[in-house]
């Protein structure tokens, strides 16, 4: 066999290798955006759910004549500012990730000062409706938590895929770019935490 023929057939063998590998990492890349994406979506669930919960909560706690205009104010802008917010999975970068924090973080402060004030109102804490919508935005913000933990898992496998050699080589030639994580400004995570353990009719 002349020599010719045989860098051919190995050359040959080396871009099939090269191109099957590119294919299996090609695969390997969408599926693991994808379960990136997937979790971002249940992330934004999550935080829809607590601000379907708020005009109802809002409603209850206006039963209260001389409860604080400003703080109820305050809940019911920051929840129609971040339902403005909105971020396709297909668009998840830096900035826009930071803008529905913002947003999200405002509605945590404001929430958590309506129901530190609503401790002030012995009413309110026996009254069976807000008992109970207290409890559920309780179990929302759990929801959130791990929504947010687990999308951040998922990111920081995806990140690190990509940026492994040689799979970052396949990476680039892709498009397959890094996803932000999901940074919760300091003390934003407790804002939530400090009202939901005081005591009915106190």
Same mark, same amino acid.
């Given at each position: ?16 290798? =090269?191109?099957? +590998?590119?294919? %299996?990492?090609?695969?390997? !890349?969408?599926?693991?955006? $994808? @379960? ?66 913002? =947003?999200?973080? +405002?509605?945590? %402060?404001?929430?958590?000062? !309506?129901?530190?004030?609503? $401790? @002030? ?66 003390? =934003? ?14």
């Amino acid at each position: 066999m002349k020599r010719s023929t045989i860098i051919l057939i190995i050359l040959g063998l080396f871009i099939a290798f =090269a191109g099957m +590998n590119g294919c %299996s990492t090609y695969n390997s !890349l969408v599926e693991s955006r $994808e @379960q990136v994406r997937k979790e971002w979506q249940n992330v934004e669930a999550a935080y829809q759910l607590r601000l379907d919960k708020i005009p109802n909560l809002v409603a209850t706690v206006q039963g209260q004549a001389d409860f604080e205009k400003s703080t109820l104010e305050a809940v019911i802008n920051a929840r129609a500012s971040a339902t403005q917010v909105k971020i396709s999975p297909e668009n998840l970068n830096e900035q826009s990730m930071k803008e529905y924090q913002a =947003a999200q973080n +405002n509605v945590s %402060s404001a929430l958590g000062r !309506l129901l530190v004030v609503a $401790e @002030q109102y012995p009413t309110l804490q026996t009254n069976g409706g807000f008992t109970e919508l207290r409890a559920e935005i309780s179990e929302t913000e759990n929801m959130i938590k791990k929504a947010r933990t687990d999308y951040n898992e998922l990111t920081g496998t995806y990140n690190t895929s990509v940026q492994k050699f040689p799979r970052n080589i396949w990476a680039g030639i892709f498009g397959f770019e890094k996803m932000p994580y999901f940074e919760a400004d300091a003390g =934003a995570e407790k804002a939530p935490k400090v009202e939901f353990d005081f005591k009915d009719g106190k």
